[in-house]
């Protein structure tokens, strides 16, 4: 499509300037790593936003299965007799909390529908 | 009959292509480095593709505009051509060179891209057309308007004689 010779001319004066070679490749194990880079990223970005899912997951049911923790004071604190018979001497209505408390814990329930003393008095 | 794409054919093809594809990138970007970040990362792409065509020559320039004009549409500036260095220049003619490449940049982006395609790329206007994806005619009086131009710009280096 050039028929002017002088294009011919300016074309061959032009092509006496050659391009600058570019910088080489990177080498094999580079490219390699470069051709995984973009996967390696998307995996490991998936993988902590599993982590991140299964942690939040965890912690909820963690939470959800988890008695209410009610503050009291351990048992045997509560049955020492040390503190048991030091209330009964210097305060009666520590020492009827304290009772009541135990006796709640520790004697069977006579007013459950499927308690034990029910069935024996049935019989 | 297709070419299977080694490691090895991509180098050679890079060795064989890589000056004009360079010269081709540099045209469309601001500076060299980008041009040159440009065509790496279209040959490392050949890295998943099983085969090429024959003549590899117009798929590749193509990848190498694509790739150029997404990196320009990235970078959200303006190609500035400013102490391009993009040609070589043989011993008694660096003036001359440099004339080039100074009237290369003033030509309108559309009518350099024809010349470096058709002078480094040594491709036919045909093919350029084909790169280009713009009709032969457009393209042959856009590289007749850039010769016309270049021609007066370096008709003191007596390029006509």
Known sequence: MTEDPSDDRIETYLRQFRPHLPRPLPGRSKVTLIRWRVPLRVAAAVAFALSIALVSFLHKVDRGQSPQTVRTEPLAQETSFIRLSRASREDNTEFDARMDSLSVRLLPDVRRSQGILKALAHE | MAAKLTFKAI??????????LLAYATSLLPDRGSAEDALHQVFLGLLGKDELPDDA???LFRAVRNRALNLR???RRLTSLDDQQWLVKPLGMIEAGLEVERALRELPPEQREVVVLRIWGEMTLAEVAA?????A???ASRYRYALDRLRKVLNKFEVDE
């Open chain 2, 11 to 20: 180098q050679d093809l890079y060795q064989r292509h890589g000056p004009a």
């Open chain 2, 57 to 59: 020559r117009p798929y």
């Open chain 2, 73 to 75: 549409r990235d970078a």
């Open chain 2, 131 to 135: 790169v280009l994806d713009v009709p």
């Open chain 2, 137 to 139: 005619n457009t393209v």
